[in-house]
């Protein structure tokens, strides 16, 4: 793991801001998020079956939600962050259970509650992003599947202003499913 700086940028103020701004996906952001996008969905929808509980922590609006129904509609998801508005639009938009919960504190989930927790493209926004990839082990059954930007560079950097960590396969111990520009990793519990 390299930091990328060192001012956090990551505030629930900054968070509140970007999704009352962005809850109608700008022809931006679906482009910006699209190949990439489709990538993580399909590494991500070949670990997920009807039966399983999934958990999305970090949903923010509720992308990788909304695209993973789009190609399987019976999927059982609940969403988390640590945004109000954001919460608010995924229960209005998808209508699922959704919670006010925030990553960097004690997840309101008991052990062992989903089969499978999703953190998609977060971690690289925290702090102490391995505190966090454990509390998610600690709600899983099954597995953990996380998104993060792959060894980000100076552009990158530039671009996205509120990345504090920039990850390599090697962070991930061989346990990398996919990467370039971004890495799926797959965590078996």
């Known amino acids: 793991m390299k930091k990328l700086r060192t001012k956090n940028l990551n505030t629930l103020e900054y968070w509140e801001e970007f999704f009352t701004i962005k809850r109608k996906p700008s022809r931006f952001n679906k482009m910006a998020f699209h190949d990439r996008g489709e990538v993580i969905i399909n590494t991500i929808i070949g670990e997920l079956s009807k039966e399983d509980s999934i958990l999305d922590v970090g949903a ?106 920039s990850f390599s396969e090697k962070d991930f111990k061989g346990r990398v499913v996919k990467q370039n520009p971004f890495m799926v990793c797959i965590l078996k519990i």
């Open 60 to 165: 923010g609006l509720g992308a990788i939600i909304r695209q993973c129904l789009a190609k399987k509609k019976d999927l059982k998801f609940t969403a988390a962050d640590f945004s109000p508005n954001g919460i608010k639009y995924i229960k209005e938009e998808l209508k699922i259970p959704a919670y006010v919960a925030d990553i960097t504190k004690e997840l309101p989930f008991a052990d062992n509650s989903f089969d499978v927790v999703i953190c998609a493209e977060t971690l690289e926004h925290l702090e102490d992003p391995l505190s966090a990839l454990e509390k998610l082990k600690r709600i899983a059954r099954k597995k953990v599947i996380v998104t993060v930007p792959y060894d980000e560079n100076i552009i990158d950097r530039i671009i996205s202003t509120s990345h504090l960590w």
